[in-house]
């Protein structure tokens, strides 16, 4: 069997260095750190005070209020940077089968201040179950890519992989991966293992994977999606060509 040519056709990005692709790649290339104190809880106490935070994100800039509060940070994260790729991509429910469409989505830990959130509440109370009846659906990893689903009409396969930082890695089709770890659990968790930089001096200089002076990772947060499809569906639809995907693979090293 003659495997297909696989191209990028749409880009989404959604980062503590910008908000779009193009701001992306603008603070990419002027060497921007996204680096800066934790701004989303009170981590005084906590070993690390520092991550990649998207910064000044409203929600509902981009989507209906109603909407905003039913789905995790990570996943308004997934919708935001998808709509852009789409959108970039040219694809809709004209020119597209939808039925041949798949949305795989990555997530390392999926939501986990909605999590938090619940659990707090349930241990402050009176042992009575209110939790709320998006807890489940919010939390889950696969969410993002059922919402992108049917956001788009898309009734292709769906569903999420989970290789820790590696997940968005291994997802393909209208592909990508987010992330809304920094939580107090995020990173208290991280800092008991010892796994995070603790840098809190010099926090914009923290991430350093290759130095011999590292002291741990960077916890960020954000997303980024690429729309692949065959050389020969791209070509027929006239849509715009970034690149050639020319071969992969996955270790365990």
């Not at 998006?134 to 989970?162: C, E, T, W």
């Not at 293992?193 to 960020?220: C, I, Q, Y």
């Amino acid at each position: 069997m003659e495997l297909k040519r696989v191209v990028v056709t749409g880009l989404g990005a959604l980062t503590p260095l910008g908000k779009t692709v193009e701001a992306y790649w603008q603070g990419l290339a002027d060497g921007v750190s996204g680096c800066d104190f934790i701004k989303q809880f009170d981590c005084s106490k906590f070993k690390t005070r520092f991550a990649c935070e998207v910064k000044d994100f409203e929600p509902t800039d981009y989507l209906e209020r109603k909407e905003a509060r039913k789905i995790d940070r990570f996943t308004q994260f997934a919708l935001i940077s998808s709509d852009e790729a789409i959108k970039d991509a040219g694809i809709n429910r004209d020119n597209v089968d939808v039925d041949r469409v798949g949305v795989i989505f990555a997530s390392g830990i999926g939501g986990i201040t909605t999590f938090y959130e619940e659990v707090s509440n349930f241990a402050l109370g009176d042992g009575t179950p209110r939790y709320n009846p998006f807890f489940i659906p919010k939390m889950i990893l696969d969410i993002a890519a059922g919402q992108i689903s049917m956001r788009h009409g898309f009734r292709g396969p769906n569903y999420a992989v989970v290789s820790a930082c590696a997940s968005s890695t291994n997802a393909i089709i209208v592909s990508g991966g987010s992330e809304a770890v920094i939580s107090s659990p995020g990173v208290g968790g991280f800092n008991a293992m010892k796994a995070l930089s603790e840098r809190n001096d010099d926090p914009a200089t923290a991430s350093r994977p290759f130095d011999k002076d590292r002291d741990g990772f960077v916890m960020g947060e954000g997303a980024g999606v690429l729309i692949l499809e065959s050389l020969e569906h791209a070509l027929a639809r006239g849509a715009k060509i970034y690149c050639e995907i020319a071969g992969g693979g996955a270790t365990a090293d």
